[in-house]
Structure formats: C-alpha cells, structure tokens
C-alpha cells in the first residue's frame, strides 16, 4: 500500500510570498487532515477534510491559509502571504474511517518543510 | 494552553534497558490516547494506543499505562534497542456525540528517546 504522498518536500520564499502544498492520501482514505509542526512542538491539527466536505478549519489562520479538497481524493494547502512565523513542517494526514477509534490512527507523509525568510 | 505535555525534552538509554517515556494531559475529556514516533525527514508513525476504559494496553516490546486520575500516560518499551532512537510524541483525543472530533489530536512537544548500543 503506497503512503501519502506530499510535495514539494522543501520549499524557501521570502515573507508576503505565497507558496502551495499538494497532498496524495491513500488510497480510499476518505478523511484527510493538514497538521502543521512547528520547530520543537508536536503537531497542530489546521484543517480537516471529509471526501471534500470541511468537518473542521477552525485552527486555520483564514487571513493567509485556505486549503481544498477537490473530488475528495488530493489536497492542496496555499499560503498567502507568508510570514515568517509560518516557517514550519506541514504534515498531511489521511484516515479510512470517519468514525471510530480506529479513525484516530492517522498515516502521514513525510511532510513539506517551509521556511520563510 | 498545552493541554498534552511531555516534559522530558530528551532520554539516554543503554541498549536492553527499559525506556519509560512520560505524558501528562489537562484536559478530563480526552478519552483515547496515542504514541507516534518520528524519525527525521519522516512523517510520524503510529505505535500503540490506549482508550481511558483500560489502563495498560501492550504490543510486543511496547507498553501503554494509562492513570485517568493522575491524567498520567507512559510508554514503556522492553528491551530498548538501537532502532528505537527517535522522537516520540504523546497524542490525545476525544470523542463527542456526533463523533467529528475523530482523528483531531493534540499532541505533546515530543521526547527524543536515544538507544546506545
């Protein structure tokens, strides 16, 4: 089984640049999650997807962040502009189950470093 | 407000010794309880799980304890060896009637567990 997929793996722009972050869940996972990571802090969850409904956005900063999920399957994470806060790993995620406690056994990819300068 | 908090930032353990790693939670709703470990440049990979109707839960070299009262986790793993050296990160959910909270963790800062040889 293929994992999920996430590019680009780096990426280095100036602040007020933008910048975009593609994900590929796994096959059939139908609930996919964005977490973003800062340097030294776990994971935060920002947005999470139902096939390509949002259950959740309510950590995402809505001012620069928007992220979508067309036809339910890959995921795209936008940031504009940036700021040089925003400079952290972005950590797509991706569940088979909705419901569950199975459905809090996340797979991620190995995720998008950004740093914005 | 960190809700999940791992206060040990690092740990060094000699190989086949036991490694205890420690979680501490604020939040009383948290019902389901994970362990993620991390290798660098790679995305975090589940490891074991607890939910709060049980207090110990254990796969192979891995053990969960749960203490509701204390709001208390710790991973224990017997024998440590080499390939254990990586960050781990304590993650907690909850479930809620219309179950949306599904797969939304918070997460702890992370212990980095080294194994000597």
């Known amino acids: 089984e293929a994992g999920v997929a996430q590019s680009p793996r780096y990426k280095i722009i100036e602040k007020r640049q933008s910048v975009a972050f593609w994900c590929n869940p796994i096959s059939g996972h139908a609930t996919l999650y964005w977490y973003q990571q800062i340097l030294g802090q776990g994971p935060k969850l920002l947005i999470q997807?139902?096939?390509?409904?949002?259950?959740?956005d309510s950590q995402l900063p809505k001012d620069r962040f928007s992220a979508e999920r067309l036809k339910g399957v890959d995921s795209t994470l936008k940031i504009q502009p940036a700021k040089l806060e925003d400079s952290a790993v972005y950590l797509c995620?991706?569940?088979?189950?909705?419901?569950?406690?199975?459905?809090?056994?996340?797979?991620f990819g190995a995720g998008s470093r950004l740093t914005v300068l | 407000d960190q809700q999940v908090k791992q206060n040990s930032p690092s740990l060094s353990v000699q190989e086949g010794r036991i490694s205890i790693l420690n979680c501490d939670y604020t939040?009383?709703?948290?019902?389901?309880f994970l362990w993620y470990k991390k290798y660098p440049a790679e995305g975090p990979t589940f490891l074991i799980s607890i939910s709060s109707i049980k207090d110990k839960n254990e796969d192979g070299r891995f053990t969960v304890f749960l203490n509701k009262s204390a709001k208390h986790l710790s991973l224990h793993i017997v024998p440590s060896q080499p390939g254990d050296s990586a960050v781990y990160f304590c993650?907690?959910?909850?479930?809620?009637?219309?179950?949306?909270?599904?797969?939304?963790?918070?997460f702890g800062q992370g212990t980095i567990l080294t194994v000597h040889p």
């Open positions: 993650a907690a959910s909850w479930i809620f009637i219309g179950g949306t909270s599904y797969g939304k963790l918070t």
């Open positions: 997807f139902q096939n390509n409904g949002v259950v959740d």
């Open positions: 995620a991706s569940s088979p189950r909705s419901t569950g406690s199975g459905a809090n056994v996340l797979t």
């Open positions: 939040n009383s709703m948290f019902d389901y």
